[in-house]
């Protein structure tokens, strides 16, 4: 199994991206470290049990509270798109607890305690990557490698004409890490998750078809976000967070990828968090590998694998 911390806002696709975790046989998820993003931080956390109800492994895997606001800006919702991120679902948390090391000196203290082993999925806001980077000076040698959601490629944003959420939110971290010498992979919004990571209703319909616990909570979590998704012409729910914990543990689905110099912007506010992603014609040395190409039909039978699953969630 491939060792890794899972960094989340925890919201809608975020939870897929746990699901796979937390099911997948070639998983073997240490963590869970808890970044400022979509919606309001306790309720993040609160998705996060629920995520981990549904796996049927409530409380398997610690959660460490991290930076509650972006390094320098004010944090920037999107309960506009997401909700609560769960579609509505509730649990009784009573008993439940999470760790008291917080997100930042658990990423610092894991990876240290086997270096080079531990890969972070990174899929929101890079705020807690940024903090570990500044605090300890041997965390980028230690991490085997960042899977980072976030960024376009073809300069088309989702909160900003120029910007996808994750990179828009706190740009001065994603620039701290993108300059701090990680082994790092992109999963970009545009055009690789519009194109190969979006599920329409048909397909959604399905896997609710599947009859499981587990299909019930993704059609919940779905749902919430699809309403938004179609307004703004995307036939369907967008994957990319699922898609990035998939990558790391069966590159197989990786069809096309290259190498790039990325770099994020921060001083503009039109283009503010923008992902500049150099295309050949400069000479700047490649900093990260962007995936460009999917398997798509792979990447669904794959989640609908893991949501036939029988669960016994309580
Ligand atoms: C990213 O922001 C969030 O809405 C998603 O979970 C994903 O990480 C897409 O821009
Ligand atoms: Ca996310």
Redesign the pocket.
Known sequence: PIPFILDT?T????CVAMLVGLLDPESDLRAVTMVA??VGFDRQVHNAWLTMNAAARLADVPIHLGSRRPLMREWVS?EN??GDGSGGLDLDLTGLETSDEHAVDALIRLTAESPGELTIVC??PLTNIAMAVVKDPRFVANTRALYI??GSNNGRG??TAAA???FYVDPEAARVVFEAGFDITVVP?APL?LRDAVFTRERLAELDALGTPLSAFFRRVCEGTLAFDESVGIPGS?H??SLTASILLHPELILEAADYNVQIETSSDLTRGYSAMSWGVHDLAANARVIERIDAEGFYAYLRSLLALPTAPE
């Open positions: 806002d919201a809608q696709d975020d993003g979509n999107a798109v997401h899929i929101g959601m976030g989702n909160i996808e959420y994750n919004w998750t967008t990319p967070d």
